[in-house]
């Protein structure tokens, strides 16, 4: 491809973003990102929607009301809002892929803690926090991805990553099932 004069600065032979992004094209680099961003929005997915699963168990494992049953789905709903918002911010203020990182690994964590919970507060705390760390996975590698390909191919990615994101959908419900 080649580089239009109102993209490259003849003083200095430095180009604009979008120019040297258009330049390096679409390699292996672009492929293992849209790669790790859909299994990113698999994670998100599975974090999120996890008390589909949880909440049936705690009535059997931890004998829940159906009054805890309630704060437990609605915990984790309050933890992705309050999350989504800061985990924006972290983004931008110490750089996405770090607190992405930070992110996938805390909620692993998390995710792990809250499997061998004793009681349905410690679920529901740490399910919420949990859902409070996975809030910025989404949006963070959508960003992510759509800021490190080339501008032809950005549209079709992130759909083709948000599509990824609605199969989740059906991956936890199959797993519900077996």
């Known amino acids: 491809m080649g580089v239009d004069k109102k993209s490259q600065n003849a003083n200095d032979g430095k180009m604009q973003f979008e120019a040297a992004l258009d330049w390096a094209g679409f390699g292996p680099y672009s492929y293992v990102l849209t790669t790790l961003?859909?299994?990113?929005?698999?994670?998100y997915?599975?974090?999120s929607s996890a008390t589909t699963i949880i909440i049936p168990a705690s009535a059997c494992e931890l004998e829940t009301t159906t009054s805890q049953q309630g704060y437990i789905a609605s915990?984790?709903?309050?933890?992705?809002?309050?999350?989504?918002?800061?985990g924006g911010y972290l983004g931008d203020k110490f750089g996405r892929r770090r607190v992405l990182l930070f992110a996938l690994?805390?909620?692993a964590v998390l995710n792990g803690i809250a499997s061998i919970s004793v009681n349905w507060v410690m679920l529901l705390i740490v399910q919420s926090l949990a859902s409070f760390c996975s809030a910025?996975?989404?949006?963070?590698?959508?960003?992510?991805?759509?800021?490190?390909?080339?501008?032809?191919?950005r549209n079709l990615l992130v759909l083709l990553v948000?599509?990824?994101?609605?199969?989740?959908?059906?991956?936890?419900?199959?797993?519900?099932?077996?």
Request: with cysteine; charged share 5%.
């Open 37 to 43: 961003a859909g299994f990113i929005n698999i994670a």
């Open 162 to 178: 948000n599509s990824i994101f609605l199969m989740a959908q059906g991956i936890m419900a199959g797993k519900h099932n077996f």
């Open 45 to 47: 997915t599975c974090v």
């Open 75 to 86: 915990g984790p709903r309050f933890g992705i809002i309050v999350g989504a918002v800061i």
């Open 136 to 153: 910025g996975h989404y949006s963070l590698s959508i960003t992510i991805l759509s800021e490190s390909v080339p501008m032809c191919k």
């Open 105 to 107: 690994i805390s909620s």
